[in-house]
């Protein structure tokens, strides 16, 4: 047995690719030598025991390595990161590899039973954990300062001598998840557990989300259609529907967490402990100790860190604010001249005016929101977060409260200054329906070019089917390594956030809204699996139990929703009616059904547990177990001790 | 040394009594044996391994245990109960046998190392985990039904065989608390950490939130008192104080999270694992298989519960709320009525009976609050809770609820129905100041009564100064176990809670709450203090790490008070006169204030840490250490099997 251990640890023969290294061209030999070296390396004597490989291409050496590792060391590997797996007794169990035979569809001989994406994680994980022991800067690079305990990769990344790292594609398996997935016309539930399986946990929630939402939208599409059809303008069904959609998507995002954690518990991401986070590449300070490590890093004053934020980052955000409020308000200068103008010389060319001023605040607001994005890059990364989470929750608040005053600005004037309801819903439908066909071109038709594209150059190299096995290899490590990079679902859950305050901020003005998203979402579903499959590398797998701040954002907005609806039913005329002799009147009773709905809201986010309540059970029985085995321990402990 | 442990284990010259048993009068010898049998046994014979001795007094045995342990028994059930205490390195640690040696002040003879409180702690937790193991029944009580697994000391309980169990107090160290605490008049903090040491963590937590709130009431007191000397009544004033308060009272509960998370981490409490809780006493069901711990046990649907909760429960809790609302309006209706009568007959005797409806609605009020806590601790128990904290939590928020709108509801009327600033102003300081002289009364006054009269009992006892030691003991149990039981810190924090609702919900009226309310907690510092180490039994120790369901009810109660200050601001004259031209402009701003403070006031929970940073560094410190402990592990591990 433990011969065929050490056999499989460096025969050649079993060697997978999983994970491809890029180099900058003309790294020197030492550094490389020492790289190698170090990720060969025993566990023992500080490298990352993985197996690394050079990529032979027709052009020779390319400073391309491909980086895979022994069944055992994964297994081991799989422990060290806290993978949680399913047991034979149908319980979810962290791995270790002493309990390995307890482990549903393990076998020693068995290599499917970490799927290719845990294996790909493990391996980023062991690299980015392969740490510098005595070297004080990376040999042949004197500038590349190394410090003990300091993660080489990153050091290797920030200097750019590391270009990229990124996981293989499975060739055929993706053919078989694209084939489920998106490859043919049906009605049905996506196979959120393959994609798991093959992208890890981070998308398939995504993709679970926007299932979970779209389907939870349609209720209120099948119930804003009527409204559409007969054109009901009553009051009351008004306010029926807007109560409906207001405790409906308290509902839904109170649901959401359950189905979320009966996903990531059979993921087994739920009870995945969370593993100390590294400090993030782009983190500088000066050397010092950890408070909570007690090792030597880059140490920066939480002080400054605080100072920055609010006394920059802040005022700067709540400039851009303003800047964007101040172009709001000349487009709608423009918008009346233009009106004005059409008014006084009624031509084909002043109707053509009349569109120019809504071009013209789409294409400013398109370059505002890029510029924003950069400046909040800038800002985030010059606030000098030590860990990557922190500065994405901070980027992501950054961006989306820019995002959401940039769509929803103009629509709040509309509604609560200009008080004009049908151009509110003109407005709505325009900027609704204007933003998913843009999406939908450009996830949708470019991705199907770019894989029309693909195929054909899938085709010509078929026909030169000589080549063999490990040209292939090369070819396609050659051809992956230019695929753009997927930069995570930021964008994706943010397309959701705006399309959802489309719908839920002005639902009792425009009741199809729900309808479009409910069309726009479902053809989503195949442009972004398309996305994913096709046109990007393959992003390493991010074990997550939440969707996180997203979680927030939307319930946040259903908490403006509540309120918004609530002053537009009021200022509908038909509840105007209802109030003849005070408008007083009028107001209190809105504001006072507006508090009793926000109270009904929280009172239903507490009262709907979190976790349904198998899932509940089943973590309590885990967190028993493991109380009674210490407790088994210290009654041995004790018994010893007591008889001496 | 393994000598002396086991002579120290049976050594009755050692036997120091910490907890009291007293078993009913005329309990079967037979099931005293078998109890007292199971209390000594062994660990590994499924007994307590705890010493217990007979009291013997003047009139000879009665049914009254001493319970204690050896020094060694008491740090094996440190470890199974999870204490944590202070390292060498000044960290908090879990406690385990095996590494004593690195704890702060340990010594295999310093027998101090555990406080009294954790010792009783111990022998609690220890008393009530003596578990049946094959016994059908209890000896000589056939209908006291026994499977395996379930708790002795519970069913002995629940069968009326065990009348009580209580910690004896121990007076050399009452005294020097007492003196500390309460004996002498100064100006300075309270011993929180004699506190804790003497009555466990949840009494020192309210002692501890006591005080603090008291000084996060000065500066409102100190901003109030000008208010009333100048009897300023400007607008913008008001506005100011109003807009202080509601911020300060965010501000002071944020806060409050970080003082408690640095008390609790201090003692220990705040690292504590949460214990598996056990069935509570009174919970009753059929005989099946917990899931969670696989063992035997009554089961009760839990559909069944939230069914008696919603059908039953929340409707009468609906009732009583109205009923309560009713008598309040019948109340205003004799009020006016006696008014009117008054002014038709001006003599002594109608101004008398002006008074009469205040009394006869004070009176019922106290008859309808005592009734309904029965009837709400009937329903509680009906709804047959498994747990403990599930069924204080429902009947806190049963008397919760009916609490507050007993004591806030006639000012609601006034306020926003009759609209009666003058009234209002004066029903509250009347509200607020009875209560609290009724309090001072029925906690300070009546104590200090009793302990006067105990002080007389004291000095006969001392003039009879020869007897032997052993009886004094016996005196002090047997004075003891009539003491008064201490029902925990609920009726303490109602009384703390309704007192903020009469500082913050109305207080840009009456700003001179706070400084009657800052008057009112420093002596209700004393009487609680005096009430209890004189007046109830010593309480067992509470482990706890933060004031639980009543961080929520008060940050509950301070958004309340956003929105009632909001109106009453709104409401005032001088507001008024600020929008002449229109009422509707008034209400709106006054919405639009309130919702921009309520969002300010989410922001402010949301952005202020709960933990303060070097206590949170210290808690990522000690996760970090055991990640790492694990992985060291693991490390060896994957070095073993990779070398074979």
New interface residues.
């Given amino acids: 047995m433990?011969e065929s251990?050490?056999s499989l640890?460096t025969a050649e023969c079993n060697f997978r690719p999983l994970v491809v290294i890029e180099l900058a061209k003309g790294t020197k030999e030492e550094t490389i030598e020492w790289f190698t070296k170090r990720v060969v390396d025993?566990?023992?004597d500080g490298g990352a025991?993985l197996l690394i490989k050079p990529l032979v291409t027709e052009n020779g050496h390319e400073n391309i390595y491909l980086v895979g590792a022994s069944h055992?060391?994964l297994l081991?590997g799989a422990?060290?990161v806290g993978l949680v797996k399913e047991c034979n007794d149908n319980s979810m169990r962290t791995f270790?590899?002493?309990s390995r035979k307890t482990f549903k569809d393990f076998a020693d001989d068995n290599h499917s039973f970490l799927t290719m994406a845990e294996c790909q994680y493990i391996i980023k994980h062991e690299l980015e954990n392969l740490r510098a022991r005595n070297e004080k800067m990376i040999p042949g690079y004197p500038q590349a300062k190394l410090y003990p305990g300091k993660s080489i990769v990153r050091r290797l990344l920030t200097n750019g001598i590391l270009v990229q790292i990124f996981p293989l594609h499975d060739r055929e398996e993706l053919k078989k998840l694209s084939h489920s997935w998106y490859g043919r016309v049906k009605v049905g539930y996506q196979p959120l557990d393959d994609i798991r399986c093959y992208f890890g946990e981070t998308i398939a929630l995504y993709f679970g989300f926007l299932e979970y939402f779209t389907f939870a939208l349609i209720p209120m599409a099948v119930i804003g259609i009527p409204y559409y059809v007969f054109a009901w303008e009553d009051y009351d069904k008004y306010v029926m529907f807007a109560t409906f959609n207001l405790l409906w998507s308290t509902v839904i995002l109170e649901v959401w967490k359950r189905i979320c954690a009966i996903l990531t518990y059979r993921w087994g991401t739920l009870l995945m402990?969370?593993?100390?986070e590294e400090p993030r590449p782009g983190f500088h300070g000066v050397l010092g100790i950890n408070?909570?490590?007690?090792r030597e890093e880059p140490v920066y004053s939480?002080i400054k860190r605080q100072l920055r934020i609010y006394l920059v980052s802040l005022p700067f955000v709540c400039l851009c604010l303003y800047f964007s409020l101040y172009v709001m308000m000349i487009y709608f200068d423009l918008e009346q001249w233009a009106l004005d103008y059409h008014k006084e010389n009624e031509s084909n060319f002043s109707s053509l005016v009349l569109y120019v001023p809504s071009i013209i605040y789409a294409v400013v607001i398109e370059i505002m929101n890029r510029i924003y994005r950069y400046a909040a890059e800038f800002l985030t990364s010059w606030e000098n977060h030590r860990l990557e989470s922190s500065y994405q929750n901070h980027l992501i608040l950054k961006v989306l409260v820019f995002n959401f005053l940039n769509c929803f600005a103009s629509l709040f004037y509309i509604a609560f200054v200009l008080f004009d309801m049908k151009l509110l819903r003109q407005s709505l439908a325009t900027l609704l329906i204007t933003s998913q066909i843009l999406n939908q071109f450009a996830e949708s038709l470019l991705p199907y070019w770019l894989q029309k594209r693909h195929n054909k150059r899938m085709k010509k190299r078929e026909s030169s089917q000589k080549t063999d096995a490990d040209l292939s290899l090369a070819e396609q490590v050659n051809m992956e390594k230019e695929m753009g990079t997927y930069l995570g679902t930021f964008d994706d859950y943010l397309e959701l956030f705006l399309q959802f305050g489309y719908v839920s901020l002005f639902s009792c003005v425009y009741p199809l809204a729900a309808v479009f998203a409910v069309l726009n979402n479902i053809t989503e579903i195949y442009s972004d699996a398309l996305k994913m499959c096709r046109v990007y590398k393959r992003p390493f797998a991010e074990p997550t139990a939440n969707i996180g701040v997203w979680q927030l954002a939307f319930e946040t907005m259903s908490v403006i929703s509540v309120?918004t609806n609530c002053i537009l039913i009021g200022m509908s005329p038909q509840v105007d009616a209802l109030f003849p002799d005070s408008?007083?009147d009028l107001?209190?009773t809105v504001?006072l059904v507006e508090?009793l709905l926000l109270a009904v809201k929280f009172i239903m986010a507490f009262v709907i547990p979190d976790k349904p309540?198998d899932i509940q059970?089943k973590l309590?029985?885990l967190?028993?177990e493991s109380?009674?085995a210490l407790?088994q321990q210290?009654?041995k402990?004790?018994?010893e001790?007591?008889k001496?």
């Fill in positions: 433990a251990w050490s640890d025993k566990k023992t025991q055992l060391r081991l422990e060290t270790t590899y002493s402990k969370r593993q100390f408070p909570v490590t007690g939480s309120v408008r007083m107001v209190l504001a508090h309540r059970l309590d029985k967190e028993f109380l009674e407790k210290q009654m402990l004790a018994a001790s007591l001496e």
